[in-house]
């Protein structure tokens, strides 16, 4: 199957930095991609859906300035999260539409102290 | 709101025996549905998926069954194999499930495959 990466796998940081992370599909293009959150024995959450070379659309209660999206090419699309909080930790998983479903990358553990 | 849930957040069974993950939805408008696997530290992998206008599909040992009246569908796996121990997520989607529609998720339920 269609391969999307995340990087970094893990991250641990200081409350109040800010913390980018990128996923690339490496094999297709991907004009949409999706950034989901998982708290611990909780479903995958939508955050937000990314279209390349256009704003991202949010879901209701996601902070559009907190989590900014950047969508530049069929293959890459950063999160940051800005001004991170402990209450920012959690599991962050990206997905990439392409080849008639979602592939999804390997997530990226954040840690805020 | 869960528009998708998965009532059992476990299941255990007896490696060669059936598994089978229910999975139940509130929105009637959802079309299409898919099944993941996630093992921890991992995104999910798909597995499966149906569209509403199928009451069945079969990929090998994992089969989805959708009962659109009583907004149900499960996935039945057999023979159940260790390696199959994972978090399954149920899955819905809008509009015939074209891969730029978003996604809604249940809260998964993992599954043990006992030797």
């Known amino acids: 199957g269609a391969v999307v990466s995340q990087h970094p796998s893990r991250v641990i940081c200081k409350s109040g930095t800010s913390v980018k992370i990128e996923c690339r599909s490496l094999?297709?293009?991907?004009?949409?991609m999706f950034w989901y959150r998982q708290f611990p024995k909780q479903s995958l959450m939508l955050m937000a859906t990314?279209?390349?070379?256009?704003?991202?659309?949010?879901e209701q209660g996601v902070e559009k300035d907190k989590f900014l999206i950047n969508h530049a090419s069929l293959t890459l699309s950063t999160l940051t999260v800005t001004s991170a909080h402990p209450e920012d930790s959690s599991f962050y998983i990206c997905?990439?539409?392409?080849?008639?479903?979602?592939?999804f990358g390997p997530g990226t553990r954040l840690l805020v102290l | 709101d869960q528009q998708v849930k998965q009532n059992s957040p476990s299941l255990s069974v007896q490696e060669g025996r059936i598994s089978i993950l229910n999975c139940d939805y509130t929105?009637?408008?959802?079309?299409?549905f898919l099944w993941y696997k996630k093992y921890p530290a991992e995104g999910p992998t798909f597995l499966i998926s149906?569209?509403?206008?199928?009451d069945k599909n079969e990929d090998g040992r994992f089969t989805v069954f959708l009962n659109k009246s009583a907004k149900h569908l499960s996935l039945h796996i057999v023979p159940s194999q260790p390696g199959d121990s994972a978090v399954y997520f149920c899955?819905?989607?809008?509009?015939?499930?074209?891969?730029?529609?978003?996604?809604?998720f249940g809260k998964g339920t993992l599954l043990t495959v006992n030797p």
């Open positions: 997905s990439a539409a392409g080849l008639g479903t979602q592939y």
């Open positions: 094999d297709f293009q991907a004009t949409t």
């Open positions: 990314s279209n390349e070379g256009s704003k991202a659309t949010y």
């Open positions: 929105n009637s408008m959802f079309d299409y």
């Open positions: 149906i569209s509403s206008i199928k």
């Open positions: 899955a819905a989607s809008l509009n015939s499930g074209g891969s730029n529609y978003k996604l809604t």
